[in-house]
Antibody, heavy 118, light 106 residues
Framework: EVQLVESGGGLVQPGGSLRLSCAASGFTFANYDMNWVRQAPGKGLESVSYISASSRTIYYADSVKGRFTISRDNAKNSLYLQMNSLRDEDTAVYFC???????????WGQGTMVTVSS | DIQMTQSPPTLSASVGDRVTITCRASQSISSWLAWYQQKPGKAPKLLIYMASSLESGVPSRFSGSGSGTEFTLTISSLQPDDFATYYCQQYNSFSTFGQGTKLEIK
């Protein structure tokens, strides 16, 4: 079964750091581009970051540029999001999503909640 | 950055109705447009990719059209399971989502 499972969410104080992980199974992870998408409580979807299959191409939303770092380990079938200097407005459910050429984001994880609060 | 404007924000309809949601891109994205359905507490589900291609397993009552900057998602005959929030997404340049359309029961 094709599956993505996020972990690492939790409660953190403003200015703190958190590292999210996304474990992939059921497909050849190294062949796929990957994304992080977040959704603040009661709000819409926001693309946070993208990484190509080879890690050669990376994009960030302006809202997280300079604070978040995306990475992957194809040998471990895992995607990561290092989040530093966290702000209240980073509070959201964070989803990882698989992307393949023109197929858009056709596989999603269940999400992990990040709460930034003092 | 490419902005996506989706309308209407809320849509009230009845089972059996035909409904249309529109999405406009701030610049041409060719056909790099996807539609997703999301239910409360769940991850989004891909319905349509490349503006008009139906994702495997998605009922044929869902269809998409458009290219360039104007796109539509049509549900031909609403079923009870279709009441949810729908998002468009451009993936021509990184990714941007529309604000969402909440489809409610009339």
């Amino acid at each position: 079964e094709v599956q993505l499972v996020e972990s690492g969410g939790g409660l953190v104080q403003p200015g703190g750091s958190l590292r999210l992980s996304c474990a992939a199974s059921g497909f050849t992870f190294a062949n796929y581009d990957m994304n992080w998408v977040r959704q603040a409580p009661g709000k819409g979807l926001e693309s946070v970051s993208y990484i190509s299959a080879s890690s050669r191409t990376i994009y960030y939303a302006d809202s997280v540029k300079g604070r978040f770092t995306i990475s992957r380990d194809n040998a471990k079938n895992s995607l990561y999001l290092q989040m530093n200097s966290l702000r209240d407005e980073d509070t959201a459910v964070y989803f990882c999503a698989r992307q393949y050429y023109d197929l858009a984001f056709n596989v999603w994880g269940q999400g992990t909640m990040v709460t930034v609060s003092s | 950055d490419i902005q996506m404007t989706q309308s209407p924000p809320t849509l009230s309809a009845s089972v059996g109705d035909r409904v249309t949601i529109t999405c406009r891109a701030s610049q041409s994205i060719s056909s790099w447009l996807a539609w997703y359905q999301q239910k409360p507490g769940k991850a989004p589900k891909l319905l349509i990719y490349m503006a008009s291609s139906l994702e495997s397993g998605v009922p044929s009552r869902f269809s998409g059209s458009g290219s360039g900057t104007e796109f539509t998602l049509t549900i031909s005959s609403l079923q009870p399971d279709d009441f949810a929030t729908y998002y468009c997404q451009q993936y021509n340049s990184f990714s941007t989502f529309g604000q969402g359309t909440k489809l409610e029961i009339k």
